[in-house]
């Protein structure tokens, strides 16, 4: 046990190994090793302990990250955990996928000079290590509420807020589409990010806990909404965003070009055992064939690192910028090179070439210009540069916008923003439509999970503060803080 903090000074930093390359490649497990506990207590002892800890503060949960560092290194595991579960109701998840580099560790004060506390890996290690000894427990509410709550989306957002809400003792009922609860947790996120069994742990939890799952049920399709507000006192909208963004030019329709989240949730489907005909048929199995995929986000990182796993003959991603300026993780892009993936940087697709299917992208080199309004550096062609990639498969994978839901559900009065999302008050959660709120992506537009956890605790405050009117004042309180 290691005995006092501070030791960045002469311990180095120590992230979790990774597997080997070839090893990882050859299956859909997580890639890093966890972590035994002398070696999550020697690395939490690193932490200087900071009076104002900018880890925390950049983190948006606002995690208690030195006082579960500083139990942690003391070998105070059950305190470390209740410390940390109270304010995030996933940390292991947290711990696998935030993109660390750019919240917690990327502002902790010794990362320059010393790199930083080994944040995310100490989360998921003290939830994984609760887990096994049995410390995680469904939520038990101390008195039952006859109010009941309709959450739509059983992603990160719905769950925290589902759980949130049970906690304080309401009649939860968590709708959604899909047949597992997860959203993109279960779906969209690939096992060598994030192992399934994660997230079925959870659900099991969520259920032991007296949330109740009205699952393959569509709002809008098998209950409208009209009938979903009639069913509870309020309703919470955390659908997420899944328009994907499509790309235009000639021959953009020709068969082999897919959308990344269609080609991903066959993919998970396929490793959680179900029958995917997309994928039988050869259409989304990236198996032997050459394979482009366009964009520099996270999910573009994913669907590369999913291809090399399916067996592609050759992958390559397509981002118009240079990698110093690609949205998606660095880490993410590291893991990529590793596993084979070859990145043009600074290339765009002009056409699809192919008489019955997609063979080839015609691209075209792009340089980087003056800074736009925003500060970020415009994006021109090079005139003549034009080459050809060879290409069975594309994938487009550039983005996301949300879908329509007033329209959807007939409900012109549900306020949306210019781009699309839904229009909330920003204190109190609620939209246009008396006692409905809504958090997560489809608030945001497509963000991460940890926000729609912050989104999703944030809106059962504001829910429990609508129905309950003496909790009315403290929340307001709390939000004037
Ligand atoms: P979602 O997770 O999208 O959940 C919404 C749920 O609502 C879904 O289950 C959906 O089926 C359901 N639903 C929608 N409409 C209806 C309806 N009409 N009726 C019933 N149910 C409905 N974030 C990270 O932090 N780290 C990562 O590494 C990361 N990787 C990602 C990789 C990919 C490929 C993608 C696409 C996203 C990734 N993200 C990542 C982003 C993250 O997954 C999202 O920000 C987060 O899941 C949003 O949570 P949410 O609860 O708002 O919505
Ligand atoms: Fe870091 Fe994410 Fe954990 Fe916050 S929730 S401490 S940002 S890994
Ligand atoms: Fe510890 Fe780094 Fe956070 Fe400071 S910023 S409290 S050193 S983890």
Same mark, same amino acid.
């Given at each position: 046990m290691a005995d006092r903090m501070l030791q960045f000074t002469t311990m180095p930093q120590h992230q979790p190994d990774k597997r080997d390359t070839a090893a990882r490649v050859a299956d859909f497990d997580e890639i890093y090793r966890d972590f035994a506990v002398p070696l999550a207590e020697a690395q939490s002892s690193r932490c200087s302990q900071c009076g104002v800890p900018f880890c925390s503060i950049h983190c948006p949960l606002n995690n208690n990250i030195p006082d579960w560092l500083k139990l942690t290194a003391e070998g105070r595991l059950d305190e470390a955990y209740e410390v940390s579960a109270a304010t995030n109701n996933f940390p292991e998840i947290c711990g696998r996928i935030c993109p660390q580099d750019r919240l917690c560790e990327g @502002?902790?004060? /010794? $990362? !320059?000079?010393? $790199?930083?506390?080994? /944040? &995310? *890996?100490?989360?998921?290690? /003290?939830?994984?290590?609760?887990?096994?000894?049995?410390?995680?427990?469904?939520?038990? %509410?101390?008195?039952?509420?006859?109010?009941?709550? &309709?959450?739509?989306?059983?992603?990160?957002?719905?769950?925290?807020?589902?759980?949130?809400? #049970? #906690?304080?003792?309401?009649?939860?009922?968590?709708?959604? !589409?899909?047949? !597992?609860?997860?959203?993109?947790?279960?779906? &969209? /996120?690939?096992?060598?990010?994030?192992?399934?069994?994660?997230? =079925? !742990? #959870?659900?099991? +939890? =969520?259920?032991?806990?007296?949330i109740v799952f009205h699952l393959n049920t569509e709002v809008g399709t098998d209950v409208t909404f009209a009938e979903l507000r009639a069913r509870h006192d309020a309703v919470l909208l955390a659908t997420g965003v899944y328009q994907a963004r499509d790309i235009g030019g000639p021959g953009s329709g020709l068969p082999g070009i897919v959308a990344s989240l269609d080609f991903l949730i066959a993919s998970n489907r396929k490793g959680l055992g179900d029958e995917v005909p997309g994928f039988d048929s050869g259409l989304l199995d990236a198996a032997g064939k050459h394979v482009v995929v366009i964009g520099g986000g996270d999910t573009a990182m994913d669907c590369v690192r999913t291809s090399i796993r399916q067996g592609a003959a050759s992958v390559s991603c397509l981002y118009r910028r240079d990698r110093a300026n690609m949205p998606g993780s660095f880490r993410e892009v590291t893991n990529a090179?590793?596993?084979?993936? #070859?990145?043009?940087? +600074?290339?765009?697709?002009e056409a699809f070439l192919g008489d019955n299917h997609v063979n *080839?992208?015609? *691209?075209?080199?792009?340089? =980087?210009?003056?800074?736009?309004?925003? &500060?970020?550096?415009?994006?021109?062609?090079?005139?003549?540069?034009?080459?050809n990639l060879q290409a069975d498969l594309v994938i487009k994978a550039l983005g996301f916008d949300p879908?329509?839901? %007033?329209?959807?559900?007939?409900? $012109?009065?549900?306020?949306?923003?210019?781009?699309?999302?839904?229009?909330? @008050?920003?204190?109190?959660?609620e939209t246009s439509l008396p006692g409905v709120f809504a958090a997560g992506d489809i608030v945001r537009g497509a963000s991460l999970v940890v926000w729609a956890i912050r989104d999703g605790r944030d809106a059962a405050a504001r829910i429990h503060a609508y129905l309950q009117p003496s909790a009315r004042t403290s929340a307001m309180l709390a939000a004037a803080e």
């Open positions: @502002n902790c004060v /010794i $990362e !320059r000079g010393f $790199e930083s506390v080994t /944040i &995310g *890996a100490v989360e998921r290690f /003290i939830t994984d290590h609760a887990f096994t000894q049995g410390w995680v427990k469904p939520v038990a %509410p101390r008195q039952e509420l006859s109010q009941s709550i &309709g959450v739509v989306g059983a992603g990160p957002g719905g769950l925290a807020a589902a759980e949130e809400l #049970r #906690r304080r003792g309401y009649q939860v009922h968590v709708y959604d !589409r899909h047949d !597992r609860v997860g959203g993109l947790m279960m779906y &969209g /996120i690939p096992g060598f990010k994030l192992e399934k069994d994660i997230v =079925l !742990r #959870r659900w099991r +939890l =969520l259920e032991q806990g007296g090179e590793e596993e084979g993936v #070859r990145f043009v940087w +600074l290339s765009a697709p *080839a992208v015609r *691209a075209v080199h792009m340089r =980087l210009g003056l800074p736009d309004a925003s &500060g970020r550096q415009s994006v021109e062609v090079v005139d003549g540069s034009h080459f879908e329509p839901l %007033p329209q959807l559900w007939g409900q $012109e009065a549900l306020a949306v923003t210019r781009w699309g999302t839904l229009k909330v @008050n920003h204190t109190s959660f």
